[in-house]
């Protein structure tokens, strides 16, 4: 056995070691470029080294890094919730801090929970969720994600959550077409609901657009209203994990604008500190705020780092950063030109089998053929194969692969908002030239 200290995700795996980045680049120490196709893990949303943030997190660092939320609050945290509230959809949304994704799908879990506890229906305790999901890695974000390479070695300790079929049309998983289906997807939400019972539901969740389970699935226009509706109806809160979809990556400030709902409770993560610090938050309206501040008075959750100010203006300058320079339109402009150039590159591509997505998160899915749709086995490994050929070639890609039953090959392709047009363009010949090379080793020629 080869000694080593970090536990990387692959401990066998060379991995390169970065030296630094500027706006869609990074660089290795070995002074290789690497355009970043995926802002990291769909993250660094306003691009690397950008010295207004270096300087706010000087600023800041100059004055004090760490508080514990039980003894201060700070100017920054205090202003970083308000201006979430100020951009959110109806504008009347509380924050609590914590310090990834996965944190603040859970958290919101726990907020529904006590949120029933105080409203005197304990028995409202479950967090239901679709099939097709990734809410996080921690037990409770797991349990209600239907992940199934990321669940599977932990099934035992997890609770059976994800239970709804999700708005997948391009394999509708109900085995309908869009749009005589009528939505019949968002009805197996009424359908899980009598199975289980209301009683026992304190809250439905559901990422606005799917990311890491499926790639960049846009659910069909009235979709969340109909999802809402059904939860009004069954006294059943909604919350929206905006962890991948949310500050400006899909041409709006948080995803369910493109729907027109307004979500009970909110999860954010990955670009609200564009990777500049870890950095997430659970939001939550006045009126899942109103029996808390009724009853306890206090949120049964919170970690060491919630909220401190270090973090709190880092993200601060990541939201003025945004707002200066106008990306959430440049994410709904650029996506557009980006996802038209895929489109036309997919059309020469026999084993690109769909290009989906909004704004600047969007999603290439492999298929054997075309026309039936049909999967490639699972140990070939496209996906893996996609992303390895992509980034030796200076292209980094996201994997939502192996999502469905461990089956399935996507990747994600969501460059930061900043990326320029002859980026994009260094972007999409990259990437036809690293699927035509895996095209070639995995099928027979005679299929091109
Ligand atoms: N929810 C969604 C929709 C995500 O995409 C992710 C991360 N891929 C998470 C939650 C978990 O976030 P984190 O990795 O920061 O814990």
Redesign the pocket.
């Known amino acids: 056995m080869k000694r080593e200290h970090v536990i990387k995700p692959i401990l066998d795996h060379p991995y390169p070691t970065i030296q630094y980045g500027k706006g869609v680049y990074l660089y290795d120490d070995q002074g290789k470029a690497y355009i970043d196709g995926c802002s990291g893990?769909?993250t660094a949303g306003i691009g690397h080294g950008v010295q207004e943030i270096v300087d706010a997190m000087m600023e800041q660092a100059s004055k004090v890094s760490f508080v514990y939320r039980s003894q201060f609050t700070s100017e920054p945290a205090e202003q970083l919730a308000k201006k979430l509230s100020d951009l959110a959809p109806g504008n009347d949304y509380w924050t609590f801090f914590v310090n990834?994704?996965?944190?603040a799908?859970e958290t919101a879990m726990k907020m529904a929970i006590q949120y029933w506890q105080e409203r005197g229906r304990p028995g409202k305790n479950k967090v239901i969720s679709r099939r097709m999901s990734?809410?996080?890695?921690t037990m409770g974000?797991l349990s209600m994600s239907g992940h199934v390479l990321r669940r599977r070695r932990f099934i035992p300790l997890l609770a059976d959550l994800p239970v709804v079929a999700p708005p997948y049309c391009y394999r509708c998983p109900l085995g309908k077409t869009s749009p005589s289906c009528q939505m019949a997807c968002a009805d197996d939400l009424n359908t899980a609901i009598k199975r289980i019972g209301a009683e026992h539901i304190a809250a439905f969740i559901a990422?606005p657009i799917i990311?890491?389970a499926g790639g960049a699935i846009v659910p069909p226009a009235g979709y969340y209203k109909k999802i809402k509706e059904i939860c009004e109806q069954h006294d059943i809160l909604f919350i929206a994990?905006e962890?991948?979809t949310g500050i400006a990556r899909t041409g709006a400030m948080f995803g369910m604008e493109h729907y027109g709902v307004e979500p009970d409770l909110i999860?954010l993560?990955?670009g609200m500190s564009a990777g500049y610090t870890p950095m997430?938050a659970t939001m939550a309206k006045d009126h899942v705020m109103e029996p808390i501040l009724q009853g306890s008075k206090s949120i049964m959750s919170g970690h060491t780092y919630s909220a401190n100010p270090q973090s709190a203006a880092i993200s601060l300058a990541v939201l003025a950063y945004i707002e200066k320079h106008q990306l959430v339109e440049a994410a709904e402009i650029k996506g557009t030109i980006l996802l038209n150039r895929l489109r036309q590159m997919a059309d020469g591509i026999a084993i690109i089998g769909d290009v989906r997505g909004q704004g600047l998160l969007i999603a290439l899915e492999f298929v054997a053929d075309r026309t039936e749709k049909r999967m490639f086995a699972a140990n070939i490994g496209v996906t893996s194969r996609m992303i390895e050929k992509a980034f030796h070639k200076g292209l980094l890609v996201y994997p939502a692969g192996g999502a469905v039953d461990g089956e399935g090959d996507a990747i994600i392709v969501a460059p930061p908002l900043v990326i320029t047009e002859e980026e994009i363009d260094q972007l999409v010949r990259i990437l036809a030239e690293s699927i035509r090379e895996v095209m070639a080793e995995v099928i027979p020629s005679e299929m091109e």
């Open positions: 893990a769909v990834s994704g996965s944190e799908t990734y809410h996080g890695i974000a990422e990311g890491a994990d962890v991948m999860a993560g990955k997430a």
